[in-house]
Each structure stands twice: as C-alpha cells, then as structure tokens.
C-alpha cells in the first residue's frame, strides 16, 4: 500500500500547482461562498418575519438546517460542474505524456495505482471542501448553537456524493488519452444522473421509482437535513465501488489484450 | 540469472514475437540489435513486467513474472526508450517520488537521491523542471531514475536514441561503468554500439532471434558468407578463371546462361569490397558488365539496415 501513498501525494502535489487546482479550488470558494451569504440573509429574513406575525412551525427550524443544510445540498450540484475538471487528468494525462508506462513497471499492482488516484481525488475534494467548515464556524460566532449531527450528516453525505463523482470521473480517465474528453463524458454522465430526478417526476407509476433510484442527487436530498438513510449510504458505496473496479479492469486490460 | 522460455506476444491478429529464449548470466551485459520493429521493446516491455507475454514464462533466479511480479519488478531497472517525466516536477522530486514507490526507506531516500544523481551527474540541474531539461540530461535523469534502489538487473531500450555524437560517447561511458556491477540489456539499432558496450548479443529481427554470439564472432561470421552476383554479356562464358585469380575471391561458381547472359556467384573473403576489382578485370577482358551486386542473405540484410542507420546517425 506504500505505493497507493506514493501516488496520492505525487497527484495532491501536482493538483496544488496546477492552473486547474487554483481555478476549481477558486470558483468552488467564490460560488461557494455566494450560496452562503444568500442563505443566511434568507434565514434571517424569515426569522424577522416569524417573530413580528409568529408562523407556526417556524420555531422549528434550525439555523444549521436551513443554512448548513442548504449550503451543502447546492455545493453537491456545484460540484457536478467541478468534478469533471479534477478527475479528468488522473490517468488520462499520465497515458499521454507516457508515464504510465513507469508506472506499470514500479513494484506496483495495478490495484495500488489505481487505489493511489483515486485517494488523490478524495484528498483533492478534501481539500476543497475543508474551507466551508468554516462557515460552520461563523453560524457558532453568529450565537446559536450548531447542530453537530446535522453538520457532520451533511459533509458525510457530501463526501459519498463527491466520491461517486470522482469514481465516475476517474473511469472516463482511465478510457481515453485525452483529458478534456474524459472531462466532457463525465460531464454529460453526471448532467444526466441529474436529469433523471426530474424526469422521474414526469414518469408515471413504476419508472418514477426506477430512475429515481438511479439519481444520486435523490439519495444525496436527506443527509443535509440530518437524516442517514442506510439504503442511500449502500447506495452511494456501491456506485463508487463500481466505478472503481471499472477504472481498475481499463487499466488492466493490456494484460490481457493480444 | 534471467530465463526466457518460449515466449511469445501477439498485438491482435499480428505476432511481434515468436518463441523467444534465452538466458542473461549474472553481471552480463547483453545487447538486443534489430532493426526499427524487430521487437526489442516489446521484449523489454516483458521483461519489466510491462505486460504480460501470451505465451511462455519469464523468471529471475527463479521467480516466475507472472506469479510475483512485485517481487520481480523490485529487482529491475528500467529505462524506457523515450523516458516520460511528469513535466512540472523538479528533477529531485521526480527521483523523490520514484525512490518512494519503487521502496526506498523514508530515512535512506535522501542519501539515494545525492548518490544516483552524482553517478549520473545531474546534480548541477536538480532545480530544473524535468521538462525543460535537454535530452541528454533527460536521458541521465532517467538512468539515475532506474538506478534507484540498486537494482540487480538494468533495463536499457535505446539509451543513445536521439542523441547528439558529444552526449552519445557520454552515455556509453556511463552504460559502460554501470555495465561492471550489474546484469544489463540493453536494446539498440546501431550496429558499432553492442560492440562497443555488449559482451553478448541477441539480433532480433520480425520477431525472431536470429543469430546470438559475442560481437566479434558475430561480425567475422557474417562477413565471411558475402557473395557477389555478377552477370556478364556476349562471349562471356569462359571467365571464370580470370575471376578466381583476382585476390580476394574464395570460389566461382558459373550459373545458368540465358540466351548471351552468363551469371556468375562469387564467394569473397571477409571486409573487403571487390566490386571495382572485378569490373575492372571484366572490361579488361572485353566483355560487356551487365550486373553486379552483393548478394546478401537474411542476417546481412539486418546488418545491412543497422549500418545505415548508424551512417544515418553520424551524419546528421
């Protein structure tokens, strides 16, 4: 597994440096922080409401479930747009410059290198997502106590979402030579995943169940509010793992092509 | 030390290598010679465990390939024929990061680094961007490279491909330094370097081993089977002795005639080109030189196309 290790820093290193790293880490942050401001002016204004005509039911409503809770729901939306850029260049550009090669030749299974990117990517998302903890930090300063159960739900269900993105993202990598490809079939796969919770919607009786259950965006609705639903977990695990072992067969393939 | 039995590799429907064996002794260095396309990466690429032969076996002091390959790739050194780098490392992270992979304890990396570089002599550009670095320091990055966690065995596809003549002498002398402590192969398609650096060769040519040897006895044995076909016009059926008493020429032998034409093959002795001899001796004679040309069998052909590219080489 040290060379799995070798391969997560060697991608972390060069995700840092490079003008993708800097732009993705960089609208994540901007779009990010927007959504943020937004909610919580939204927030407020409905708890001045409520305290001058007393709606029912308002009391309720938590701050870190309205704001957190919303926050984290369209991070994973706006992550459908930024997942394609980080896993695009995981194989693919080791392919084209040839690295790969070396890699193949190192005291590496196929496993490892393949299990290597993929932490890389996880690391990466880390990464991006690390600042909006903050956030979490600024609703305490605000007064109210975070709900930490809430909280921590979220970022889970965050984080099984982001991992089935990159798990999509690094298959595609692993198909092609050329990385702005894999960006664009990651893409249109993660658009239409999307798609299929609305379109559900439109479909009468059985379909709707079907593709709903086909959307990671419907699995991923419940965990900001608070809720883990284990169906959604086993979901999202077995997406990934799927995906992963698709990854993992592509690169094996020279093994046994010919 | 290193056996290869029966291996064989297909690309699809095409064979790019047929049946292939042979051994590698311990400290033995081993030249691989075939022309563009006679299957020498492929063969390398399988003995680093690039990927897998469809037929045969490969073992290391016994270790099968194919059953442990983390074990067998640890013992190997490899230098691809155009070493990929990730273009926006610095030179001593690059070599950071492979001494890590390929198992070098965290404590013994940094003294690994300083020794393979020095070696290797690329100690002056460890700042640079791997991808800036001109091909000769490329080609010595990557040989420092392949040197990390001493090897036994070392892998070399074309070392001097690409190479001005300065950086060519260079790098042999290195080959050669780093040829008296380990087991190498390395593969080329220049004829004069095996000779210069090889103790042993295998030539290689459409997938098949075609002649093994030490270089010296490869080259003497090669020559000595030269032929030369020359065919004369009108009259000349009676040349034969003029023929045989040029110095040089081994046998006569008189061929079919066609109509006025008669064909002679001519064995000749090694190194030594008897072409303007022997036309000069047919004018002489007063019969009309319609053809002469070097009759070359299969190995020669071979030999034939690696002198050129070497001539190729030089001249640019």
């Given amino acids: 597994m040290k060379g799995a290790w070798a391969i997560l820093k060697k991608d972390f290193f060069s995700f840092c440096r490079s003008w993708v790293g800097v732009f993705v880490l960089f609208s994540y942050l901007l779009v990010g922080g927007i959504f943020f401001t937004l909610f919580l002016l939204g927030y407020s204004q409905l708890s001045l409401q409520a305290a001058g005509q007393s709606y029912e039911g308002v009391e309720g409503l938590s701050l870190t479930t309205f704001v957190m809770g919303a926050f984290i729901l369209n991070s994973g939306i706006l992550f459908l747009f930024l997942a394609p850029l980080l896993s695009m260049r995981s194989l693919a550009e080791e392919k084209r410059v040839g690295t790969l090669e070396l890699l193949y030749t190192y005291p590496l299974s196929d496993f490892e290198i393949v299990l290597g990117k993929y932490l890389a990517l996880m690391a990466e998302l880390a990464l991006l997502f690390l600042p909006t903890l903050l956030y979490g930090v600024l609703i305490r300063l605000l007064g109210p106590r975070v709900d930490g159960g809430v909280l921590f739900s979220g970022v889970l269900g965050f984080f099984l979402l982001g991992g089935t993105f990159l798990a999509i993202g690094l298959f595609y990598s692993s198909t092609t030579e050329n990385q702005i490809l894999a960006a664009i079939l990651t893409f249109l796969t993660l658009l239409a995943l999307w798609i299929f919770e609305w379109v559900a919607g439109l479909l009468p009786g059985v379909w709707a169940g079907r593709f709903q259950g086909l959307s990671p965006f419907v699995h991923f609705r419940d965990f900001p509010l608070g809720i883990v639903d284990l169906t959604d977990v086993a979901f999202f695990i077995s997406a990934i793992l799927f995906f992963f072992f698709l990854a993992l067969r592509t690169v094996e393939v020279r093994n046994w092509k010919g | 030390m290193i056996s290869v039995e029966n291996v064989s590799k297909d690309y699809g429907a095409r064979r790019a290598l047929h049946e292939i064996s042979f051994e590698v002794l311990k400290g033995e260095v081993l030249g691989l010679l075939g022309p563009n396309g006679a299957g020498k990466t492929t063969l390398l690429r399988i003995l680093t465990g690039f990927f897998p032969p469809t037929f045969g076996r490969v073992t290391l002091e016994g270790i099968d390939l194919a059953k442990e390959p983390k074990k067998l790739k640890r013992r190997i050194g490899y230098l691809p024929e155009r070493i990929a780098v990730y273009p926006d490392f610095r030179v001593e992270e690059f070599l950071k990061f492979a001494a890590e992979i390929k198992g070098v304890p965290s404590k013994e990396r940094e003294s690994e680094i300083e020794e393979k570089m020095e070696l290797c002599g690329v100690t002056s550009v460890r700042k640079r961007l791997v991808g800036q670095l001109s091909k000769g320091f490329l080609q010595r990055v990557g040989l420092a490279h392949s040197l990390l966690a001493n090897p036994d065995v070392l892998i070399l596809d074309e070392p001097t491909n690409g190479l001005d003549p300065k950086q060519i002498i260079e790098i042999r002398e290195l080959i050669r330094k780093l040829g008296r402590e ?38 003497r044995g090669l020559v000595e089977r030269q032929e030369i076909l020359l065919r004369v016009g009108q009259g000349g059926d009676s040349l034969e002795k003029v023929l045989g008493a040029i110095p040089g020429v081994r046998s006569v032998e008189k061929h079919a005639q066609e109509a006025s034409v008669t064909s002679y093959v001519l064995q000749t002795l090694p190194h030594e080109d008897l072409r303007a001899e022997i036309s000069k001796q047919v004018v002489k004679s007063g019969f009309p030189l319609l053809e002469l040309t070097t009759k070359r069998l299969s190995l020669e052909d071979v030999f034939l196309k690696l002198v050129l590219s070497e001539e190729a080489v030089e001249s640019r």
Avoid at chain 2, 192 to 208: A, D, F, H, M, Y
Wanted: hydrophobic share 40%; proline share 5%; with cysteine.
């Fill in chain 2, 182 to 219: 380990r087991t190498l192969i390395l593969s080329t398609h220049i004829l004069p370097e095996v000779s210069k650096v090889c103790e042993r060769v295998l030539i290689l040519n459409q997938g098949r081993i075609i002649a093994q040897g030490r270089p010296e006895d490869l080259e």
